[in-house]
């Protein structure tokens, strides 16, 4: 547990190096700018590909510790560049030192900001440990929903959702209300209005360019097939413990209500702000304190439209995917999640085309055996089949 007072938080950010875990470097200088009641320090830092990046934020954050978490990009890495982290930091190599960081003793708060199923070690490792998580990788959720109510009921792990729309929801249902409904917006990614031709001939630089958001690659793709509003249906399944049939999605393409819920009584709360992962990122840090933001705010006394729409799920099929892994549960997440990963990286390499990819999670859900409770290893065993199952679908069908 942790060692810190509670006037200091001491914070690792695993996945540091990318957009979220940039967005929340930002936030927590930010934080020690403006928070007088609590001192901010980052304990600990990781990045897996990027040295350039890591070095320079070891720099900026001061951490203590510094894990690259790919062997080897340090097996390679010039004398030059090792030079440029700071004398103070240790600098350690591996993803077991990424389980080591996010279960630290000096560590009371984790920033889960690794993408995809590489983040789920550490991710538990924390939980395990009774951290305040902040869960920025839903794929955590998705593979081992089950597991992480588990374990965190039995730690006293506090999940914060830093997904925007999870956020919303926190918030919304922070009143005490109870809940009948929970509505997910979506913005509809750049296919919003495309025909299914126009996607089956989609380009990568098309599919990663989202129209209201700044992500990384592999959520980008995913926002544009509407898997990541899949991965977010099973996300909210778990992290609310609340039925498939409980939740539902709208389109939404100004991304400014990021989703609302709809209690027994009839009132309906939303939580509205611009489009900027600063801001659930700080809510998750500072729960259930509420300090003034680094973003931007909206301005509701100018006039403004807003749209809400449903889904067109012939055009978008990963979206009846999700809800039917939300319902079925077991092993149905982690086999979704690996194929959809494993077919990112087949479109982003040019070898299947964009529509393939939830063909490509829609034969791996179909071509395993369900298990509705399964150990961490069994979790794990079926990411590695459905991977290699893709990449045989991908080999047969002769792209
Ligand atoms: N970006 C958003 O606005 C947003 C919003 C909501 C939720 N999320 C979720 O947040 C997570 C991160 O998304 P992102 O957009 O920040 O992704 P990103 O920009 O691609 O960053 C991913 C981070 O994970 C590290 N990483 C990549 N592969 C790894 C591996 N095999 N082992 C360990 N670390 C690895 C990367 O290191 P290097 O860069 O050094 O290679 C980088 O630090 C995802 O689960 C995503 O769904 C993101």
């Known amino acids: 547990m942790s060692s810190s007072s509670p006037l200091e938080r001491r914070v690792a950010i695993l996945g540091a190096t990318g957009s979220i875990g940039t967005a929340t470097i930002s936030v927590i200088e930010h934080l020690t700018r403006i928070d007088a009641e609590t001192t901010w320090r980052v304990h600990g830092i990781s990045g897996h590909h990027n040295l350039d990046r890591l070095a320079e934020i070891a720099g900026r954050t001061a951490a203590c510790k510094v894990v690259l978490s790919d062997p080897a990009v340090a097996a390679d890495m010039p004398d030059s560049l090792a030079g440029r982290f700071p004398a103070a930091a240790s600098l350690e190599v591996g993803p077991d030192k990424l389980v080591e960081l996010a279960a630290a003793a000096e560590v009371d708060t984790l920033v889960a900001a690794i993408v995809g199923r590489a983040g789920l070690e550490s991710t ?72 299914i031709e126009e996607m089956r001939q989609a380009t990568i630089e098309q599919a990663l360019a989202h129209p209201t958001w700044s992500m990384g690659r592999k ?12 991965l977010e249906i099973i996300e909210a399944r778990w992290l609310f413990d609340c039925p498939a049939e409980m939740i539902a999605v709208m389109i939404h393409p100004q991304s400014i209500i990021h989703s609302m819920v709809e209690m027994v009584d009839g009132s309906t709360i939303a939580q509205l702000s611009p489009p900027d992962m600063r801001l659930p990122i700080q809510h998750a840090l500072t729960h259930p304190r509420c300090l003034p933001g680094a973003t931007p705010t909206l301005d509701l006394t100018e006039p403004s439209r807003w749209s809400l729409e449903p889904v067109d799920t012939e055009r978008f099929p990963a979206i009846p995917l999700g809800f039917e892994v939300a319902s079925v549960g077991g092993t149905a997440g982690a086999v979704v999640n690996a194929a959809n990963e494993a077919a990112v990286a087949l479109f982003l390499e040019g070898r299947i085309r964009f529509t393939d990819i939830v063909t490509a999670c829609r034969i791996a859900l179909e071509n395993h055996h369900h298990e509705s409770n399964a150990t961490l290893d069994r979790l794990l065993e079926l990411d590695r089949w459905a991977r290699e199952e893709v990449l045989r679908w991908q080999e047969r069908s002769n792209f």
Do not use: Y
Not at 219 to 230: G, L, R
């Open 124 to 195: 538990l490792a924390a939980i395990r440990a009774g951290k305040r998580v902040a869960i920025a990788n839903k794929e955590t959720l998705v593979v081992a929903g089950g597991l992480v109510r588990e374990m965190s009921r039995r730690s006293g792990a506090e999940l914060l959702p830093v997904d925007s729309e999870h956020a919303a929801i926190f918030q919304c249902l922070a009143g005490g209300g109870i809940a009948r409904r929970i509505i997910l917006t979506a913005s509809g990614g750049p296919f919003r209005q495309a025909t």
């Open 219 to 230: 959520i980008s793709i995913d926002s544009a097939t509407m898997m990541n509003k899949a």
